[in-house]
T-cell receptor, first 112, second 119 residues
Framework: DTGVSQNPRHKITKRGQNVTFRCDPI?????LYWYRQTLGQGPEFLTY????????KSRLLSDRFSAERPKGSFSTLEIQRTEQGDSAMYLC??????????FGPGTRLTVL | AQKVTQAQTEISVVEKEDVTLDCVYE???????LFWYKQPPSGELVFLIR??????QNEISGRYSWNFQKSTSSFNFTITASQVVDSAVYFC????????????????FGGGTRLMVKP
């Protein structure tokens, strides 16, 4: 049973650098979500794809953030010019239609 | 706007005690889903249950039970005879029941309750 996978699991970067994370959803799932979770808080929605179309973006997703899902399969989330406030766990989830979302293990980003 | 409140930030119990985690939500939608997820120390969110707003029947699954009360906008979670392995952060979440085909079902999470079960 292949679940949602995310790479890398941990990323340490210096302020101002660009980082890119990858999410591989469950293969038959057409919906993919990105969430961000800061320490001691619940996850917050960032963006949502249905197949390759990015249909919703949160106000949390500043201009420095961009997400793609080029072939409707895996997705990437890029953060440009990272800031210390970007330090968080970035979670990816997938679902088939409006059914329950399955989450990946997350990518923990630390910006020094 | 949707909001989920988990007033208990941390609960500590001794193994075999029963424990209830509270969840109160706010939404203008008449149709919505409620969820509970478990986040163990490994970090991965594990799905526990989804209920729709039209189904107020309480549910029991092994040692877990859920009490949904629409009148008080609450969806509480009880663990009976707690075990050390139940130690985790538990999140309550809410999503709209999307009517439009392409509308997402983004989850709005509460702040979580950290449960510590001591042997």
């Amino acid at each position: 049973d292949t679940g949602v996978s995310q790479n890398p699991r941990h990323k340490i970067t210096k302020r101002g650098q660009n980082v890119t994370f990858r999410c591989d959803p469950i293969s038959e799932h057409n919906r993919l979500y990105w969430y961000r979770q800061t320490l001691g808080q619940g996850p917050e929605f960032l963006t949502y794809f249905q197949n390759e179309a990015q249909l919703e973006k949160s106000r949390l997703l500043s201009d420095r953030f961009s997400a793609e899902r080029p072939k409707g399969s895996f997705s990437t989330l890029e953060i440009q010019r990272t800031e210390q406030g970007d330090s968080a766990m970035y979670l990816c989830a997938s679902s088939q239609g409006a059914r329950k979302q399955f989450f990946g293990p997350g990518t923990r980003l630390t910006v020094l | 706007a949707q909001k989920v409140t988990q007033a208990q930030t941390e609960i500590s119990v001794v193994e075999k005690e029963d424990v209830t985690l509270d969840c109160v939500y706010e939404t203008r939608d008449t149709t919505y889903y409620l969820f509970w997820y478990k986040q163990p120390p490994s970090g991965e969110l594990v799905f526990l249950i989804r209920r729709n707003s039209f189904d107020e029947q309480n549910e029991i699954s092994g040692r877990y039970s859920w009490n949904f009360q629409k009148s008080t906008s609450s969806f509480n979670f009880t663990i009976t005879a707690s075990q050390v392995v139940d130690s985790a952060v538990y999140f309550c979440a809410l999503s709209e029941a999307a009517v439009l085909h392409n509308a997402g079902n983004m989850l709005t999470f509460g702040g979580g309750t950290r449960l510590m079960v001591k042997p």
